[in-house]
């Protein structure tokens, strides 16, 4: 598949850039933000999320110089589905925390720091929305770093887990590990870029404990049998049927977190 359009580099950070990839939806929003690092004196980069098997968008991100390596944040195909291509056009190995998308790299590695085109990166493994995701931090990008972190926070709207591979106590976890990098710039994978890490994972808590309120009042309606889809009905009621399925398996994510503190 070849793109008819040609999106510009947009700067994101002091040492980041994107290209949106051409895959609008619901569950993707405006695209995959394909990221390119690298500090500016050097004609080598490295690369987050290649996005979906688009050629022409894969061929931008191979003719920006010298690709080093590739990132990929989670197992999703609107992240990985051209990270092989990717690998064939520069000849830079893809690392994942999943090897089955490593491509000539070895998996990643909680808590390693990669220095790669004059950048450094530390990886944490923030998994909830997937098992495998990871955040990339980039301590020297600006006054307070930054946080590539893919699916895990958005740039717009609230992350969905995909359960039962994703877990709410995984998440709220994970949300708690990036609330202490602080005032970092955010540079999610679909969205744009926010100001404060530390706002927008308070903001995320937020909005889960109060989907727990809400599931638990359904519950004590419906019974505390309840399916997901019932459970979904009363707590997503104007849902849009695009991203019902997300919605359900948030619901079950939420049912399986309630239902184990009450067994423990």
Same mark, same amino acid.
């Given at each position: 598949?070849?793109? $008819?359009?040609? &999106?510009?580099?947009?700067?994101?950070?002091?040492?980041?850039?994107?290209?949106?990839?051409?895959?609008? @939806?619901?569950?993707?929003?405006?695209?995959?933000?394909?990221?390119?690092?690298?500090?500016?004196?050097?004609?080598?980069? !490295?690369?987050?999320?290649? #996005?979906?098997?688009?050629? /022409?968008?894969?061929?931008? +991100?191979?003719?920006? #110089?010298?690709?080093?390596?590739?990132? =990929?944040?989670?197992?999703?195909?609107?992240?990985?589905? /051209?990270?092989?291509? !990717?690998?064939?056009?520069?000849?830079?190995?893809?690392?994942?925390?999943?090897?089955?998308?490593?491509? *000539? @790299?070895?998996?990643?590695? %909680?808590?390693?720091?990669?220095?790669?085109? @004059?950048?450094?990166?530390?990886?944490?493994?923030?998994?909830?929305?997937?098992?495998?995701?990871?955040?990339?931090? +980039? &301590?020297?990008? /600006?006054?307070?770093?930054?946080? +590539?972190?893919?699916?895990?926070?958005? /740039?717009?709207?609230?992350?969905?887990?995909?359960?039962?591979?994703?877990?709410? #106590?995984?998440?709220?976890?994970?949300? %708690?590990? !990036?609330?202490?990098? *602080?005032?970092?710039?955010?540079?999610?994978?679909?969205?744009?870029?926010?100001?404060?890490?530390?706002?927008?994972?308070?903001?995320?808590?937020?909005?889960?404990?109060?989907?727990?309120?809400?599931?638990?009042? $359904?519950?004590?309606?419906?019974?505390? %049998?309840?399916?997901?889809?019932?459970?979904? %009905?009363? =707590?997503?009621?104007?849902?849009?049927?695009?991203?019902?399925?997300?919605?359900?398996?948030?619901?079950?994510?939420?049912?399986?977190?309630?239902?184990?503190?009450?067994?423990?």
């Amino acid at each position: 598949m070849t793109s $008819a359009s040609s &999106p510009t580099v947009q700067r994101s950070s002091a040492l980041t850039q994107f290209i949106l990839a051409p895959n609008p @939806g619901p569950m993707s929003l405006d695209g995959t933000n394909s990221y390119v690092i690298s500090a500016s004196d050097l004609n080598a980069s !490295l690369v987050v999320d290649p #996005g979906p098997a688009d050629e /022409g968008h894969l061929r931008r +991100l191979a003719d920006r #110089g010298r690709v080093d390596l590739i990132l =990929v944040t989670h197992r999703h195909a609107d992240h990985t589905a /051209g990270s092989a291509r !990717l690998h064939e056009l520069t000849g830079a190995p893809v690392r994942a925390a999943d090897p089955r998308h490593c491509h *000539g @790299g070895e998996p990643l590695v %909680d808590g390693e720091t990669i220095r790669v085109a @004059g950048v450094s990166v530390r990886v944490l493994a923030t998994p909830g929305h997937t098992s495998d995701s990871v955040c990339f931090h +980039l &301590p020297d990008d /600006g006054a307070h770093g930054s946080v +590539l972190t893919g699916d895990t926070i958005l /740039g717009r709207g609230t992350t969905m887990l995909d359960y039962p591979d994703g877990t709410l #106590g995984d998440y709220l976890e994970s949300l %708690d590990l !990036l609330e202490a990098l *602080g005032r970092a710039t955010v540079l999610p994978a679909h969205g744009p870029v926010l100001p404060s890490l530390a706002a927008i994972t308070n903001a995320y808590r937020r909005h889960r404990l109060e989907r727990l309120v809400q599931i638990r009042e $359904a519950l004590d309606d419906l019974g505390r %049998d309840a399916t997901v889809a019932a459970v979904t %009905d009363a =707590v997503y009621a104007d849902v849009d049927p695009s991203v019902r399925r997300a919605a359900e398996m948030s619901v079950a994510a939420q049912l399986n977190y309630l239902r184990g503190r009450s067994e423990g």
